[in-house]
């Protein structure tokens, strides 16, 4: 059986950098996935993604991304596209990021074959907790991308019955 994850990337206490952990969230709430699909919240791992991404077949990344675009519209990136440019000077927690940690695996063989970054353009990552209307309202489009991505693996992913309400424990109010 093919080892697939599928990762959430960002910190849920800077705005919509929340968008990784928050769309692997509802994907767990409201899709039934098969046994070797991991759904993991990386949180901002660094150069700590990259044994996350040891040993698999794919991986279907889920962040934030600094594009061209209106907050909260999708880009998705192939393993080529993200190691296709150069590396960035680390000026924050949340860097390096995907394609470093990427790189390293590369690197040390341990890449998986098949990496695909399903990207939200965020409207703001200053420190705070939630969501803008933008991108929140991009989170079903963004899981309904996982999904298409998954299928595209031969995972299927069909609506769980019932679903459950997705823990989103960083929004709750005391």
């Known amino acids: 059986m093919a080892r697939v994850a599928v990762i959430g990337i960002g910190n849920v206490l800077t705005g919509d950098d929340a968008v990784g952990p928050h769309v692997v969230r509802v994907l767990e709430a409201t899709r039934a996935l098969p046994p070797g699909v991991e759904v993991i919240d990386a949180g901002t791992p660094g150069h700590d993604l990259t044994p996350f991404l040891a040993g698999l077949d794919a991986a279907v990344i889920v962040d934030a991304v600094k594009a061209k675009g209106a907050p909260g519209e999708l880009r998705v990136y192939g393993k080529a596209e993200l190691l296709g440019r150069a590396p960035v ?9 995907v394609r470093e940690a990427l790189m390293i695996a590369e690197l040390a063989g341990v890449s998986p074959p098949l990496v695909r970054l399903v990207g939200v353009i965020p409207a703001a990552t200053g420190t705070g907790i939630g969501l803008s209307e933008a991108v929140r309202a991009a989170i079903p489009e963004a899981v309904a991308r996982v999904v ?3 299928e595209a693996l031969g995972v299927a992913a069909p609506p769980r019955l019932p679903p459950v309400e997705p823990d989103l424990w960083w929004e709750r109010r005391p």
């Open 89 to 97: 000077l680390a000026l924050s927690p949340h860097e390096p990021g």
């Open 148 to 150: 298409a991505e998954l």
